[in-house]
């Protein structure tokens, strides 16, 4: 089992910036691919970033250029950083991992951008 704790949410103005991690445990050992994905009231939870072990990264185009996924293999931690937020960032914020074709969840870190 994997478990995934998430940090570094919180209260921003708009055009503010948040830096958010990931710290995985557990059996990491199976990790490959590990993401964000943001739910927003309402809405449905959709992808933000991902990033394999290898550094390659997708990111959802709403955030392409203001938004950067990162990871330290050492630490087991993935990063977010959130430049230029919008009101429209607002959601909760999941952290993601894939360990042999299955998905493991954080339980997710409130991001509020005050217009």
């Known amino acids: 089992q994997v478990q995934l704790v998430e940090s570094g949410g919180g209260l921003v103005q708009a055009g503010g910036s948040l830096r958010l991690s990931c710290a995985a445990s557990?059996?990491?050992?199976?990790?490959?691919?590990m993401g964000w994905y943001r739910q927003a009231p309402g809405k449905q939870r959709e992808l933000v970033a991902t990033?394999?072990?290898?550094?390659?990264?997708n990111y959802a185009d709403s955030v392409k250029g203001r938004f950067t996924i990162s990871r330290d293999n050492a630490k087991n931690t993935v990063y977010l950083q959130t430049n230029g937020l919008k009101p429209e960032d607002t959601a909760v914020y999941y952290c993601?991992?894939?360990?042999?074709?299955?998905?493991?969840w954080g339980q997710g870190t409130q991001v509020t951008v005050s217009s």
């Open positions: 990033i394999t072990s290898g550094g390659r990264t």
């Open positions: 993601n991992a894939n360990s042999f074709g299955h998905a493991h």
């Open positions: 557990g059996s990491i050992f199976g990790i490959n691919a």
